[in-house]
């Protein structure tokens, strides 16, 4: 819901609209004012409203008072004395609020009738016009887009108070309105609804009131934090040429770590977000102890031979518990999840009695709790339910919900900007001239990026141009929380990004000692993380499943983890040298991994055919039918374990 707030009361004090419209309802009294007021950007008539009410109301001397203009109002007086008003002068609100004006007077130093009277015409013309999207509080049920609701800035006054101080040019007000939108905007989800939970039908309330110290809490703006990765992040050891894949990841781990904010989200919106912080268990899972099985209950076990139990009356079924006690020695029908009753503590299958109107019948010997399970036999209460790091998959979010929990403290989604540099790209789908090709490998990243889940940003196509790729550099930083650049990220004269990032000071060339490889070009454009990679596709996408994904995964605040491949039979032969590792593009037929026939790395066919990657190890190898070899899928390496 977005949430709108305004800063005069939406409702006069008690007994007004009554006297007013005839009906106690405040909106009456919007749609009162907006019938008759006329608002115009020199002029409008609130003094003769004012006055119209006072007379319409009997006395002509009140409830409200004050006048702005140089003319006399019939009915609207210019002071409080000789004053008579029928209604309290202020609204409950109000007396609580210490500071609060009362709504009545229209004119004069702090004066807000006037306000009052001009604002809630305008509020009604927009209910009016966008009837079923707005609620308004605490007047309406909150289940609409938008929700107007009633605030007081003055409630943080302390808090706008050091704000101010730190910031001595900023404006007041502007500071009153970005407190209370942070306060608020902070607010976790069940204290909120404190917040909104008020009776005051008539009225309307200040939200918030009663909830100060709550509210001044979160709305203190972040303290000073350094920057999430270190400007070194990225760099290797001195001397080093070429790494292993290994090293590589080893070095990636220990300069990563989370970049996004994190905030409290209901868990039927945490799918796919990352726990920033452990979810402990708000209750036992199952949070009684319960049959497991349709049959019958009773106490104890149960030695070898016949038994007959006399049968209690009543049953247990799950959501329907029994509330007696059932007598030693009895049984009772139970089904599965009922909660066991008070004298029963192990269950038979329905299966295995047979069973008359008074009594059930069953062989020996039966365990004493079978067929039940143990309250906390899955989590225990205060017990760890997700770690820390987690991204929350479906079978979390039952684990979370059937633990209790009702929000989660997550990061906020990665954004990830992506482009691709050459000028001899067109984009997708657009006619390519002689000379040219279809950007491939944007679509190809920005696919695999919503596959893990982040969002994304597409800087499009770069040229070959220094300004313009340092400019789509300075635009993907500001809007990206990491970037991904692809092709140029060599050494030769085209090659621009690595020359950009070499000159700002904040490029590493990692010569990866894997195929297919070329460099991996890393560095921080304006705090952001850049992936510089190669411009061939399988390259660009070899590097971002094997270095790039584990590396924003933990950007993006999951904990660090690499995929788990399987081992499965080969069903190809292969030699190759020791030096570095490989990468062929698999799939696995018949429980055995299959590689695509040509390793040339401009063959994206391959890519597509493939459903994962054999890793071969540095060291020379020499593979024979029905050997042994990892085999990871793609997906596995966009999740990691
Ligand atoms: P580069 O790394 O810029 O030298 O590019 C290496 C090879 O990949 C060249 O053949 C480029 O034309 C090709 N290439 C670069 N970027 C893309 C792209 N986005 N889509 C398809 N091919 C590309
Ligand atoms: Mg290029």
Not at 145 to 169: G, H, K, Q, T, Y
């Amino acid at each position: 819901t977005l949430c709108i707030g305004f800063d005069f009361p939406f409702g006069y004090p008690a007994g007004f609209a009554r006297a007013l419209t005839g009906t106690n309802d405040p909106l009456a009294v919007w749609r009162w004012l907006a019938d008759r007021v006329t608002d115009t950007p020199k002029a409008n008539n609130r003094f003769d409203v004012a006055a119209e009410v006072n007379r319409a109301l009997g006395s002509g001397q009140g409830p409200f008072w004050g006048n702005g203009l140089k003319r006399d109002i019939a009915g609207l007086p210019r002071r409080k004395d000789g004053y008579r008003n029928p209604f309290p002068d202020m609204r409950r609100a109000e007396r609580q609020a210490k500071g609060t004006f009362t709504c009545w007077q229209l004119a004069g130093a702090g004066a807000v009738g006037s306000q009052v009277i001009m604002g809630l015409p305008v509020l009604a013309r927009l209910r009016q016009r966008f009837q079923s999207a707005i609620a308004v509080w605490p007047f309406e049920t909150l289940d609409c887009p938008v929700a107007f609701v009633e605030i007081w800035p003055s409630l943080m006054a302390n808090a706008v108070r050091s704000e101010c101080a730190r910031r001595p040019d900023a404006i007041k007000d502007a500071v009153q309105v970005e407190l209370v939108a942070r306060a608020l905007s902070n607010l976790p989800v069940e204290d909120l609804s404190k917040l909104l939970d008020v009776a005051a039908p008539e009225e309307g309330w200040i939200l918030g009131l009663g909830h100060e110290p709550q509210l001044s809490l979160r709305a203190k703006p972040k303290s000073l934090q350094p920057p999430p990765l270190r400007n070194d992040c990225f760099a290797l050891p001195a001397g080093v040429e070429w790494i292993p894949a290994a090293t590589a990841l080893t070095q990636l781990e220990q300069g990563m770590s989370p970049v996004t904010e994190v905030e409290r989200l209901p868990i039927g919106h945490a799918l796919n977000r990352v726990l920033a912080e452990d979810l402990l268990a708000n209750r036992s899972n199952p949070p009684h102890p319960n049959s497991a099985v349709d049959g019958y209950g009773f106490s104890g076990a149960l030695p070898p031979g016949d038994h007959v139990l006399p049968l209690h009356p009543g049953r247990a079924a799950a959501g329907v518990p029994y509330e007696g006690a059932v007598p030693p020695g009895h049984a009772l029908r139970i089904l599965t999840g009922a909660v066991l009753p008070d004298g029963i503590d192990t269950v038979v299958l329905e299966e295995d009695v047979s069973k008359d109107d008074t009594s059930i019948a069953l062989r020996g010997p039966v365990k004493q709790a079978a067929n039940t399970r143990r309250a906390g036999e899955d989590v225990v209460q205060a017990g760890m339910a997700l770690p820390k790091g987690r991204r929350i998959g479906p079978a979390d979010l039952a684990l979370a919900a059937v633990t209790g929990a009702v929000d989660v403290l997550v990061h906020r989604k990665l954004t990830v900007a992506v482009m691709s540099t050459g000028d001899e790209l067109v984009a997708p789908g657009a006619p390519a001239d002689r000379g040219q090709i279809n950007d491939a490998n944007r679509p190809m990243l920005l696919g695999l990026l919503a596959e893990m889940g982040f969002e994304t940003v597409d800087i499009g196509i770069v040229p070959d141009s220094r300004p313009e790729l340092q400019s789509a550099l300075d635009r993907a930083a500001k809007e990206a929380d990491a970037i991904l650049t692809s092709g140029g990220a060599s050494a030769g004269e085209e090659d621009h990004v690595s020359a950009l990032l070499n000159e700002a000071g904040a490029m590493q060339q990692w010569r990866i000692a894997v195929k297919p490889g070329r460099p991996l070009g890393l560095g921080l454009w304006n705090n952001a993380p850049v992936f510089g990679l190669p411009g061939n596709p399988v390259a660009a996408f070899v590097c971002t499943l094997v270095f790039a994904a584990p590396a924003l995964r933990r950007l993006a605040g999951q904990s660090w983890s690499l995929p788990e491949g399987v081992m499965v039979p080969a069903a190809f032969e292969k030699r190759k040298k020791a030096g570095r590792g490989e990468y062929l593009r698999a799939r696995i037929r018949d429980g055995r991994a299959e590689v695509f026939g040509s390793e040339g790395s401009g063959r994206i066919s391959g890519l597509s055919w493939a459903d994962g990657l054999v890793e071969l190890p540095d060291a020379a190898v020499e593979i024979k039918k029905g050997d042994l070899v990892r085999y990871v899928p793609y997906a596995s390496f966009l999740t990691g374990t």
